[in-house]
């Protein structure tokens, strides 16, 4: 046992010299030597086998899938600019809180989020970001990374946060290898550390050379740090790697003389970046900062500006809008921008076309504005070969064939006719928008592309979508997982309840809180399509214009026709929310939800507190009973103190939810 003990030390302490430090203090084959009397003590002697023996790096475990993780300090997203005046811009918000701030500027590490745990100075546990929220244990597999110590330098408790990332080099051999064995190649470095890092085979991840860079504790006031740049320097003894490149900088000027030397710098790293991190030092100016429901608010990331790669504009085809607008798209030759295969791009209208002096057969340089939609920034004129095609504005609707009035005021063209059926693209949106059957993944351009495209005519054709499944692959955004993931979500709404149905189908002046109390009040939809005026009109709240809407929409044979559709494929018309019993502390009381949570979405207190009798509102007004705060309340917040009115707090809230 104490020669184990030894050779753990030995071993760990070179893997943190030559992989943390880059500074080896054995040979190779000392290091080989230690290695193998390890293994062979473990294997005689496995009851002193330790959580944090080097051998573990090796992998080996087989899971059948990721366990799901809570995250006990939300791992945040960060807002993002773009260029010189919008960080001027952010320091001046810093400062407009009578903070006078120095600042850390760091790499951008292009890779993957991990949050690391560890007890008495052991590792016991790795995850994702996930959603911020909860994540995946991915603790095999951080494991294999030699730069993730097993046991830190301090027998300390703590939570630390980071970025596993592949190296360029690692990249350039491990593509040398598929291409040998005709694998599909890795798109770039994040792509492979993300896909690495997600092998439910631990061997796979300990195979592919990661490695990663740690930056941040969540909580340092409980470690007496008082400042960002002293984290950095407590995770470094700790034995963390730490980027080198970081810097602790006294005002803009220097944020900007930064950037711009790693701009230069870029390409000569030996990892990927793509921007630079700017985070307000001081952490008692952090915690007074404060965060929005999205973003911390004392840091911000510099994006360096898009990549830009050539390819062919193949075609313009037209596709038609919710508003009737019809819009030029570039069909492209499929080409891989920052990381994604690009293969259409909005022109947006005839002017922006014009303008850009595109023909169909150019040369185009595309980018990712912002790094996330796709963009044709120019032709290359001096590409051309004399063979390509002018653009000819469309005339006429490419959905219903009617001619197009052309709007001066707002630039474009539209198709006017009322009875156009792309007009009812703003109807499938309502359809699966979160108010209504909440289907995830469907957007408003993915469902405008997919009726485009001729996949959606009827809302019954979207519970059809998994039957197109290969179609749907080759679009552009589109992968094996996005797909299967919106089937599933397209197939969990199936399970919704009847409040939804009525709200997504879209009767006119019946709304998420109408189509409450419709469901509540008639149990099954069959019920409703077969009420009468005077049951109607008896229900407060539905007057006669409502009661008369809701009546006309079921008497429409196409509609039931749909309705009886949507049965046979499985989507629940009932009622089926679950009851529970009155609470008399919200039943019947008006109550007024602001701010965010930490642990729960304004939708959700808003079910809670409607499942218990109560009524919520989004307006305050004298007649509100209750308004329930969270952080970053704002204007409702000031109305309840002005009206003087009960207010709930986080303290309130846990009350009522916990009982």
Known sequence: MDRIDELVRIINEADYNYHTLDNPTISDQEYDKYLRELITLEEKYPEYVRDDSPTKRVGGKVLD????????????????????????????????????????????????????????????????????????????????????????????????????????????????????????????????????????????????????????????????????????????ELGFKTNEESRLVKNVDEIIEFIETQTDKRKSLSYDIDGVVIKVNNVKDQVELGTTSKYPKWVTAYKFPAQEVLTRLNDIIFTVGRTGQVTPNAVLEPVIVAGSTISRATLHNEDYVIMKDLKIGDIVSIRKAGDVIPEVVEAKVDRRTGEEKEFVMATKCPICNSILHKDNVIVGSYCINPKCPARNIESFCHFVSRGAMNIDGLGDRIIEDFYNYGFIRRFSDIYKLKDKREELILLEGFGNKSVDNLIENIENSKSNGL???????????????????????????????????????????????????????????????????????????CYNNTTVSSDDRVNGKKIVITGSFPDITRDEIKKFVEDRGGITSNSVSSKTDIVIVGADPGKKYDDALRLNLTIWGEKELKELLNE
Not at 511 to 519: E, H, I, P
């Open 499 to 573: 409040e939804r149905f009525i709200n997504a189908i879209g009767i006119s002046g019946v709304g998420a809180k109408t189509a409450k109390v419709l469901a509540k009040k008639f149990i099954n939809l069959y019920s409703l399509m077969d009420a009468d005026y005077d049951s109607l009109v008896a229900i407060p709240d539905i007057g006669d214009i409502l009661a008369s809407n809701i009546i006309n929409y079921f008497k429409d044979t196409e509609k039931r026709n749909e309705i009886e559709e949507l049965v046979s494929l499985g989507v629940n018309i």
């Open 65 to 236: 899938a990721f366990e799901k993780v809570t995250h006990k300090i939300p791992m945040m997203s960060i807002s993002n600019v773009f260029n010189e005046e919008e960080i001027r811009n952010f320091d001046k918000k810093i400062k407009k809180d009578s903070i006078s701030p120095e600042y850390v500027c760091e790499l951008k590490i292009d890779g993957l989020s991990v949050c690391l745990n560890y007890e008495n100075g052991k590792l016991v546990s790795a995850s994702t970001r996930g959603d911020g929220i909860i994540g995946e244990d991915i603790t095999n597999n951080v494991k294999t990374i030699k730069t993730v110590p097993l046991s830190l330098k301090k027998p300390v408790s703590i939570e630390v946060r980071g970025e596993i990332y592949m190296p360029k080099k690692v990249l350039k051999e491990l593509n040398l290898r598929r291409e040998a064995d005709k694998l599909p190649l890795f798109q770039n470095c994040r792509n492979a550390a993300a896909g690495s890092v997600r092998q439910l085979d631990s061997k796979v991840a300990a195979s592919r050379g990661l490695d990663s860079f740690i930056y941040h504790i969540p909580n340092p006031l409980d470690y007496g740090i008082l400042t960002h740049y002293e984290a950095l320097k407590f995770l470094k």
